[in-house]
T-cell receptor, first 117, second 112 residues
Framework: DAGVIQSPRHEVTEMGQEVTLRCKPI?????LFWYRQTMMRGLELLIY????????DSGMPEDRFSAKMPNASFSTLKIQPSEPRDSAVYFC???????????????FGAGSRLTVL | SQQGEEDPQALSIQEGENATMNCSYK?????LQWYRQNSGRGLVHLIL?????REKHSGRLRVTLDTSKKSSSLLITASRAADTASYFC????????????FGKGTLLTVNP
């Protein structure tokens, strides 16, 4: 398995532009997470999907952010319009699914580094 | 707010030495995990320890958990230059079966 695939790896855009980040989870994994990493705030959970359904989007910073998972093998995170403070590394991660034991081990993608000028 | 806080923020050692990193957390947990992140890469799971366990080993890694002190430590023995990375602890918030909260990490530099 190629692991969790994210694209683009790097994105530089200007303030006000729309940004779309993409993620392909590991085949057979039913849970997908979007995280954002910055020096100031560390890793923050943005949204969690289970079986393609958004379960927890409480971490999505504001209405400019939206995420979709149209099928089990693809998810997008969109920022419209983008702002300089959105500059961060965005990670997608997947797991087989919620664990009864609570042990949720994540497999991360390589991340998408976003710079908004 | 951060659930897990790693200490120290940065650690520099010589190859062959042991490296110890600590993590403190605030609320009760079912399990605690440690992840490694190499520069420019995603996080990689290293080891998981459950709340009813006190110590766990995996190769050169040793993890301890003290639930009374709400703390954990990660020991890397006989460090190598390839161990240079950031190390993060992650806890399940309030026993959640999906939500992991990460600390800000310890940057470990192993000098050859």
């Amino acid at each position: 398995d190629a692991g969790v695939i994210q694209s683009p790896r790097h994105e530089v855009t200007e303030m006000g532009q729309e940004v779309t980040l993409r993620c392909k989870p590991i085949s057979g994994h039913n849970s997908l997470f979007w995280y954002r990493q910055t020096m100031m705030r560390g890793l923050e959970l943005l949204i969690y999907f289970n079986n393609n359904v958004p379960i927890d989007d409480s971490g999505m910073p504001e209405d400019r952010f939206s995420a979709k998972m149209p099928n089990a093998s693809f998810s997008t995170l969109k920022i419209q319009p983008s702002e300089p403070r959105d500059s961060a590394v965005y990670f997608c991660a997947s797991t087989p699914g919620p664990s009864l034991s609570g042990a949720n081990v994540l497999t991360f993608g390589a991340g998408s580094r976003l710079t908004v000028l | 707010s951060q659930q897990g806080e790693e200490d120290p923020q940065a650690l520099s050692i010589q190859e062959g030495e042991n490296a110890t990193m600590n993590c403190s957390y605030k609320t009760s947990i079912n399990n605690l995990q440690w992840y490694r992140q190499n520069s420019g890469r995603g996080l990689v799971h290293l080891i998981l320890i459950r709340s009813n366990e006190r110590e766990k080993h995996s190769g050169r890694l040793r993890v301890t958990l003290d639930t009374s002190k709400k703390s954990s430590s990660l020991l890397i023995t006989a460090s190598r230059a390839a161990d240079t990375a950031s190390y993060f602890c992650a806890t399940d918030v309030g026993g959640s079966n999906y939500k992991l909260t990460f600390g800000k990490g310890t940057l470990l530099t192993v000098n050859p």
